[in-house]
């Protein structure tokens, strides 16, 4: 297809893999079915597997092994859990993959300052597991069981958001090994410093092309004290999410708000044997003290009450909770489920809350030329919401058409002054947006960082950037 990269692939050089196991012994592979794994993340986008992949346990020997690849111009991948959405472990100019998911001590926990620090495999499930007995929890949800690092490196973001803020906002500090293999430390703990540049924000995002996340000290947040949640059908979309943006706008506290539309909500009604009203449905969750969530959720309620909302249901209880946000976390399968053998094609984009109606409905009126299922999902408390169209991967016209329609959201989300991708990352599967959202001046500036940082565009190259004609 036309966005389809140029994939380039030169031999390694001569004993290349043999100075590799001398910085890691047998913690190399070059088995068919693991270059696979690592060359492919969740998403459509098609397998491009390194010539080589290897499991480092520190950052001594990611620096180690990214010195030899700079020594020899050999591309070098990152990769965590393999959960990304857009392409970004595809190793379009071949060379190594550095699988970082056997990087998984947690180094240090400082409960008095609510900061922990983790090497970039650790999970958001294997910390909250290990915070558990402390009173905190780390709030950042992208709904994949991702790395830290690898959450860090795409700037994920997810459920709790409104509330908690993205990976932006929780990372305190990073040490990155840089493309000639030498070793920074971003930042230090402090909550806030008016000291240099902010190299921790340079790298939060930057997708393993500007440097290799191998530590993250991330904020943590205190278990509140009390926890409430409803689900809320409504008469149509614009009624949903119109109440989404009102309780926003009045400051209202939320935890989450999510979005489901009526066709996702037949589907895991089905997948899932639940009863819920088939219609357009928001997911709320309310934290903080008894209290407070009672008024939170009473003026939630309120609103939902005068835009339509019906068949409230409630739940304050653990168990009754996740019951009710059964059906959102059953929402990715579910979709599967319809359609053997199909495959998703997902796409996300985020608006200023006030076009955030403006946009979904222009997402499901374009979508009905498809003859797939389109079903729309959004974290709509920050005006990110995401389009999954159920296509048959086989089919070059509905591969075509998913492609289409994508687009036409990303440029009409650009054009209400969004983004392409409010979660996704870019990959090589948005990369074509970045001049339209930043202008030739953004992209031109983003290449003289990529330069300054890494001249030979070993780390993680065709990644972020549009290329050149």
């Known amino acids: 297809m036309s ?41 459509w986008h098609p397998s491009i597997p390194p010539q080589v992949g290897v499991y480092p346990e520190s950052t001594e020997e990611v620096a180690a092994l990214v010195k030899l690849a700079a020594i020899e111009n050999v591309a070098v991948v990152a990769m965590g859990a393999g959960t990304s959405l857009e392409g970004h472990t595809a190793a379009l100019h071949g060379g190594v993959c550095l699988d970082l998911s056997r990087m998984s001590e947690i180094l240090e926990l400082r409960a008095e300052d609510l900061d922990v620090t983790v090497q970039a495999g650790v999970t958001r499930q294997t910390l909250n597991q290990y915070l558990r007995a402390t009173g905190l929890f780390f709030p950042v949800d992208p709904g994949a069981d991702a790395t830290l690092g690898g959450m860090a490196a795409t700037r994920a973001s997810g459920t709790n958001a409104v509330r908690y803020g993205t990976m932006r906002e929780n990372v305190l500090n990073l040490t990155v090994v840089l493309a000639d293999g030498s070793v920074v430390r971003t930042a230090s703990r402090a909550r806030k410093s008016s000291a240099g540049y902010d190299l921790t924000r340079l790298f939060v995002g930057s997708e393993g092309t500007l440097g290799i996340v191998t530590e993250v000290t991330v904020r943590l947040a205190g278990i509140p004290e009390a926890e409430s949640a409803a689900v809320c059908a409504f008469p149509d979309t614009a009624s949903a999410i119109t109440t989404a943006t009102e309780i926003i706008q009045l400051g209202i506290p939320v935890a989450r708000i999510e979005f489901i539309d009526d066709v996702g909500m037949a589907t895991v009604n089905d997948f899932a044997g639940l009863d819920y009203v088939v219609a357009p449905t928001l997911f709320f969750d309310f934290h903080g003290t008894e209290a407070g969530v009672e008024e939170q959720a009473a003026l939630a309620s309120a609103m939902a009450h005068d835009n339509g909302g019906t068949d409230v249901r409630w739940a304050s209880t653990r168990e009754a909770r996740n019951k009710l946000w059964q059906a959102r976390h059953e929402f990715h399968y579910a979709i599967l489920s319809r359609r053997p053998g199909g495959g998703i094609w997902g796409t996300d984009v985020c608006v200023p809350i006030s076009r955030l109606t403006e946009c979904i409905l222009f997402a499901q009126h374009q979508a009905k030329r498809a003859p797939f299922m389109a079903v729309a999902l959004g974290h709509v408390g920050d005006g990110n919401f995401h389009m999954s169209y159920l296509i048959d991967p086989d089919d070059d016209a509905e591969r075509a058409l998913a492609d289409e329609l994508a687009s036409e959201l990303a440029h009409h989300a650009i054009a209400l002054g969004g983004t392409c991708t409010g979660e996704h990352g870019v990959g090589y599967g948005k990369s074509r947006y970045l001049a339209e959202e930043f202008g030739d001046t953004g992209v031109a500036l983003m290449r003289k960082l990529k ?3 890494d001249p030979n565009d070993i780390l993680n190259p065709g990644k972020i950037l549009p290329p050149q004609s």
């Open 3 to 43: 966005h389809m990269p140029s994939i380039r692939h030169t031999a390694l050089p001569d004993n290349f893999i043999e100075r590799l196991r001398k910085i890691v012994g047998e913690r190399v592979s070059t088995s068919p079915s693991e270059l696979e794994r690592m060359g492919r993340g969740e998403c």
């Open 451 to 453: 330069r300054a940082l």
